[in-house]
């Protein structure tokens, strides 16, 4: 077993997250602004210091199942990812898990304007990542 980083795509942000080395608990990590291209190299850096074996990308599919446009981005930002970190990317179904990590944050405080930068962000790819390591262990 190893760790396992967890990533939250978007646009503006990239929330990152990191599993324990026994690979049961998920814990937010960081966000990273995207400026005009993902900073992959970052990401890079991160894995070597955290020591991470796997990657997984939520992949954000339709309420159907299937993929869209924002599909279609996180799979050629995981092309470029394995490039350059030479391990294993893997994609996770990641539907919902910023509504849920925004409902987890409006319960612990009302105030929008206390929130830290990429703080939804860091909190949705926790949760994506928590889902995966579930699937991991047996029933």
Known sequence: MGRILGIDFGSKRIGL???DETETIASPLT???VGSRPPI???ATLVKEHQVDTIVVGLPL???G????QSKQVEAFCQQLEQAVEIAVKTWD???STVEAQRRLREVSS???GRRFGETDVLAAAIMLQSYL???RPN
């Open 94 to 96: 990641e539907r919902f």
């Open 17 to 19: 997250a990191l599993s």
């Open 66 to 69: 299937e993929s869209g446009p």
């Open 41 to 43: 190299d970052v990401i």
């Open 31 to 33: 966000a990273l602004a």
């Open 62 to 64: 339709t309420l159907r």
């Open 111 to 113: 105030k929008k304007k």
């Open 134 to 136: 579930d699937s991991l």
